[in-house]
């Protein structure tokens, strides 16, 4: 079985420019999660979907939004760039809203 | 964001020696994970623990849902280079979103 995938791999844009994110959950998973990671952090929570919906959202500004597809693959947009916003974007799909995630390999995305 | 303090941040070890690690909260859980980090991969899952008190193993793993719920901790016997990356712990409550630890490192000395 497949498990969680994200694409691109590596990203690399410019100051300004808009970013798409893509992931595909595990089959028959139906929420979807996307965190932020660092260099040398932890996670950090930005989106949680759950049946095409928005289930609950991390500190982050509204330049950063989302959404999930009927088929429950889901997109992440990060907007207006800045150089900050270099980190892994991680994915992870989970069957219901209260079982275990299970993480994509992520997207590192660089901003110049 | 909120975050569970995880402890040690770092840890250097020698090849075959024992490791442990926990995990605090101020709040309690009815849910805890372990996963690892390898670099430049996404966190996988090693251990999943849904009672207080629970004490499971996946291989030379020992990881135990305190009787607190405020609490968890990992074990790793006879360490190998392999088990060299980032351990995060998580917690949840409920229907609530997962909250993450800040890691722990751990590096094998040879």
């Known amino acids: 079985e497949a498990g969680v995938t994200q694409s691109p791999t590596h990203l690399i844009k410019t100051r300004g420019q808009q970013a798409t994110l893509r992931c595909s959950p595990i089959?028959?998973?139906?929420?979807v999660y996307w965190y932020q990671q660092a260099l040398g952090l932890g996670l950090q929570f930005l989106l949680w979907y759950d049946e095409g919906e928005e289930r609950n959202r991390g500190n982050f500004p509204p330049r950063f939004s989302g959404r999930q597809f009927p088929n429950y693959s889901s997109e992440l947009n990060v907007n207006a760039l800045e150089l900050e916003d270099s980190a892994l974007y991680l994915c992870a799909s989970s069957w219901g809203t209260e079982e275990t995630q299970y993480f994509g390999p992520g997207t590192r995305l660089l901003v110049l | 964001g909120q975050q569970l303090n995880q402890s040690p941040q770092s840890m250097f070890i020698q090849e075959g020696e024992d490791v442990s690690m926990n995990c605090t909260s101020s709040?309690?859980?009815?849910?805890w994970l372990w996963y690892k980090q390898e670099p430049g991969e996404g966190p996988v899952l090693l251990i999943a623990l849904y009672k207080a008190g629970e004490l499971t193993s996946n291989g030379r793993l020992t990881a135990q849902f305190g009787i607190t719920r405020k609490d968890s901790f990992l074990n790793i016997s006879a360490s190998i280079p392999s088990d060299v990356g980032i351990y995060f712990c998580a917690g949840r409550f409920g229907n609530e979103k997962l909250t993450f630890g800040t890691g722990t490192r751990l590096t094998i000395i040879p």
């Open positions: 709040s309690i859980f009815n849910t």
């Open positions: 089959s028959g998973h139906t929420s």
